[in-house]
């Protein structure tokens, strides 16, 4: 059962152009995480958040910024996308820090063209 | 950092033979990682499909099975007879403090 819930499913857009993805999750769970599935399917963590508060910032484009209102949200918005940008863009929760397990949602694809 | 290396690509196995899809792990912080297997099928999200967070330790699910092996940094994913239903994208990863490192995935195909 669906527990991770992103919106959107897909999404094309320009170069240049601004979007913003949503995460929400039903689980109760303390941290939230974005991954990055490029091209060649290797998936790569973004940011993660416990409690509102950024923990992880992998080495990404300033341009990617992460917003969270409430431990059950974090959205992720990217300014002036490149055409690297086109991905698969995952959202996960955990319990807590350091827990070992993390549920996903279905991902959220961006094709810029 | 930390790596995680799988077999690459596409496995194309025949219903109710043996399956083995190979990982081996790099982790540069001290101690032991905590080791999984993520499973993406056919429309859904990715989803765990076992752990093991102690060297030595086997795990198993829905007939899968990997032991952490932390002499030879490994962590095979076996299964002793495929079925069709298995078909989907295997991911092995890794967890040293708060993130998760993957590989890269494999697909595997099961012929009926």
């Known amino acids: 059962e669906t527990a991770v819930f992103q919106t959107p499913n897909y999404h094309v857009t320009q170069v240049g152009n601004e979007v913003s993805f949503n995460c929400k999750q039903t689980l109760g769970h303390d941290t939230m995480y974005w991954y990055k599935q490029d091209s060649k399917k290797l998936l790569k963590i973004m940011f993660s958040y416990n409690n509102k508060q950024l923990i992880v910032n992998e080495t990404v484009p300033r341009r990617f910024s992460p917003q969270s209102s409430d431990k059950a949200h974090l959205n992720l918005r990217i300014k002036s996308v490149e055409p690297e940008d086109s991905a698969v863009y995952l959202c996960?929760?955990?319990?807590?820090?350091?827990?070992?397990?993390?549920?996903f949602g279905a991902g959220t694809r961006l094709s810029v063209l | 950092g930390d790596s995680v290396t799988q077999t690459e690509g596409q496995v194309t196995v025949s219903e109710s033979k043996s399956l083995i899809i190979n990982c081996t792990y790099s982790a540069t912080s001290i101690g032991y990682p905590n080791l999984f297997w993520y499973v993406r099928y056919p429309g859904e999200g990715l989803q765990l499909l076992l752990k093991v967070i102690t060297a030595g330790q086997k795990g198993s699910s829905r007939g899968f099975e990997a032991t952490y092996n932390k002499e030879a940094t490994s962590f095979h994913l076996q299964k002793a007879s495929v079925q069709e239903s298995d078909s989907a994208v295997y991911y092995c990863a890794l967890n040293m403090g708060y993130k998760l490192t993957f590989g890269t995935g494999t697909s595997l195909l099961v012929d009926p």
């Open positions: 996960a929760s955990s319990e807590g820090l350091g827990e070992n397990t993390l549920y």
